[in-house]
């Protein structure tokens, strides 16, 4: 599941017959999630001839389908898109449902030209400019910005192939709740954020001791950071911790390996409510013998195959300078892990983003104008 929503999602109730678009776009947006509305958001004064195109029904659906307890990790002050503040109490953390309600007042305050129900199969560069296939046929634009955000597709170790078939097994993206999770033992494989969200809620309504949180936590970030220090911490996060700075380049380039840090809960949590730990699974005989489920908060990885010829860097991400494709001019891309800051890949750092790829397009936009004067 993509909390971005652009290249995945349902595809529209009723196939209709393919047919070719004969605009040329001057801007084609993947997905209406939080990186696309802010980009959006940037392109509307430009009076380009700008689509965002996302394969859901309404805006926000991609949140609405995720677990049904989850909140954001970062405080509503943090968790606004440029120009529309957050509408909830600056340190509280926003149910899942209520941000996306809160995209789609977005897109509608802004009166974003968004257009729910398409699919973007793919995109590929042809002479000056790109060809995309998708459910509602074929469009083409001289620019596209891709929207894929953190995460891509849902990742499960080989290992899963080796358990038990009686064992039942999901990917943290298809969790809804604990009704929904068979009787006996349980392991969450996955001391994410997400992982350990998961492991604390199960562990409160279930028997103590058969609830088990797999794998090395990633670092904490302690609640007394943001209610007490939270815009100091943030300027940090944001300012500090960039591709432009020492620091930052430092963090960056273990950041694909490590994981995003805790926030909100921690792993002590998790096991005053009753759980126990257990190292990462690595082998069948790792799963302790009352286990009946796993749920695997093992993360995403990046799936870029749809679009042709793309570069990505050792991680497989795109190779992008902030964002700006150098070998294929026009695509660009918004809400990537670290794609600027340590905040790029979060509600509160994709504007940033946004705009500095949408002056990057706004300037090649001119220049081919001129060119074609």
Known sequence: MKPQGGHS?????????????????????????????????????????????????RVGDVWRRRWD???LFTPARYSALPGLRFPAPGGSYPAKDSFADYLERYAQHFELPVRMGVRVLSVRRAEDLFELQTSAGDMRARNVIATPGANSAPYVPPVAG????????????????????????????GAGTSGVEIALELARIR?????????????????????????????????LLTLDTKPGRKVAAGFHKHGSPLIRVK??????AGA??????????????DVRTIIWATGFRPDFGWIEGLPVDDDGWPATSRGVVPELPGLYFVGMPFQYALTSGIVGGVGRDAE???????????HQADSRA
């Not at 980009?39 to 029904?57: E, F, Q």
């Not at 039942?168 to 969450?188: D, E, K, N």
């Open 9 to 57: 999602g349902s595809a529209p109730d009723q196939a209709k017959e393919p047919v070719m678009d004969e605009r040329i776009h001057d801007v084609l947006v993947i997905g209406a999630g939080q990186s696309g509305l802010a980009a959006g958001h940037y392109l509307k004064p430009s009076g380009l001839d700008v689509s965002i195109l996302d394969a859901a029904d």
């Open 207 to 239: 028997p103590a001791g058969t609830v088990y949180l797999a794998g090395r936590p990633t670092k904490h970030i302690p609640d007394a950071v943001f209610r007490f220090a939270g815009p100091l911490y943030w300027r940090l996060v944001n300012s």
């Open 267 to 272: 792993v002590d949590d998790v096991e005053r």
């Open 356 to 366: 500095y790829v949408v002056e990057h397009l706004k300037i090649r936009v001119g």
């Open 162 to 189: 080796e358990l038990d078939y009686g064992i039942t097994q999901l990917h943290s993206s298809q969790y809804r709740g604990p009704s929904g999770i068979p009787a006996g033992g349980v392991v969450v494989a």
């Open 69 to 71: 307890s989850l909140q």
């Open 276 to 289: 126990t730990r257990l190292p990462r699974i690595t082998a069948a005989a790792d799963v302790p013998a």
